[in-house]
């Protein structure tokens, strides 16, 4: 149990164009999910927390304009990245908490996207 | 906000050889969690650890709550167990966001 899945795996894009990311809970409703960037030899670090039905919460230095995040149900959320460009290319990583108040905090995380912007 | 340091960042061990793993984390959380990013960049989760110990095979970990630190230890390790182990956590106060340690890169030669 407890898996997520992200899509695409892989993408390469023209600077300038936007990409979006998708990010499911397969067998558990997700009510808070998460995004995540990583760099080369680099941890990951917290981009935003996206709560169904309401809007994301992003962290500082974090250009909301430029990574729009949409949770539009309790097994799917979004990353746009609009007007890409090379600077953007890392490796984004969304994952999902399934419990509520009270509950298991524990996260869950997709096997990630390679974005290269050329 | 909370401090998470993870060391040894670097360990070489033989295959066979037990290895212990460290998270010193600077606050009170409520989610603790260890990983292991495999070569494709998938995050494994290897335990859901806040307090306490627990054991998964040659795997096991234990984190003090108290004294605000987690081992993982690794035994009779195989050349599979390379790879960077990451350690988590989630402040009592950080509204359910985990802030990782740095990692450490494990390398297990034949």
Redesign the interface.
């Known amino acids: 149990g407890a898996v997520v899945s992200q899509h695409p795996s892989r993408v390469i894009c023209k600077s300038g164009t936007s990409v979006k990311i998708e990010c499911r809970s397969l067998d558990f409703q997700a009510t808070t999910m998460f995004w995540y960037r990583q760099f080369p030899k680099k941890s990951l670090m917290l981009m935003a927390t996206s709560n169904e039905g309401s809007k994301a919460t992003y962290e500082q230095g974090v250009e909301k304009d430029k990574f729009l995040i949409n949770h539009a149900s309790l097994t799917l959320s979004t990353l746009t990245v609009t007007s890409a460009h090379p600077e953007d290319s890392s490796f984004y990583i969304c994952s999902a908490r399934s419990g509520t108040s009270g509950g298991s905090n524990e996260q869950f995380f997709g096997p990630g996207t390679r974005l290269t912007v050329l | 906000g909370i401090q998470v340091e993870q060391s040894p960042p670097d360990l070489i061990l033989q295959e066979g050889a037990n290895s212990t793993l460290r998270c010193n984390f600077s606050d009170s959380v409520?989610?603790l969690?260890w990983?292991h990013q495999n070569p494709?960049?998938?995050?494994i989760?290897l335990f859901?650890i806040?307090s306490g110990t627990k054991q998964n095979g040659r795997l096991s970990a234990t984190t003090v709550a108290t004294e605000r630190y987690s081992l993982l230890y690794i035994s009779s390790s195989q050349t599979t167990d390379s790879g960077v182990y990451?350690c988590?956590v989630?402040a009592v106060q950080g509204?359910?966001?985990?802030?990782?340690?740095?990692?450490t890169r494990l390398t297990i030669n034949p």
């Not at chain 2, 494709?40 to 995050?43: E, K």
């Not at chain 2, 509204?95 to 990692?103: D, T």
């Open positions: 409520n989610n969690q990983f494709w960049g998938q995050l989760n859901y806040p990451f988590a989630g509204a359910q966001k985990l802030v990782f340690g740095q990692g």
